[in-house]
């Protein structure tokens, strides 16, 4: 049974995004700092590739300012979900095709 909670709320903001992609060895000395300066930073390593991604978003308070639906649609449901995983399941069936 919960008696009380407390909810801890900030106010509205926007993210700004920004990805890089580089050759991995680039980014792994300063991930640790990547990590602390941004508010939020992802980093990909992606198996057999010299090439790393990395995402950063920062807060601000600056009116969001979101690309088209078209173009947020095309990057987020084509290309990083829908092409990944064709490129990880013909990695799986066709094992002969991955470096190792």
């Known amino acids: 049974m919960i008696s009380a909670l407390t909810i801890a709320c900030v106010p509205l903001y926007t993210l700004h995004r920004h990805d890089l992609r580089s050759p991995s060895t680039r980014h792994w000395p300063s ?19 010299d090439t790393a991604l990395t995402r950063r978003n920062r807060r601000s308070h600056e009116e969001p300012q979101p690309p088209p639906h078209w173009k947020r ?6 290309i990083e979900n829908n092409v ?10 066709f094992p002969s095709l991955r470096r190792g």
Request: glycine letters at 2%.
């Open 31 to 49: 991930s640790t700092s990547s990590s602390t300066t941004n508010d939020h930073f992802e980093f990909f390593v992606f198996p057999y590739c």
């Open 84 to 93: 990944l995983s064709v490129v990880c399941r013909t990695g799986r069936r």
């Open 73 to 78: 649609s095309l990057q987020e449901q084509l």
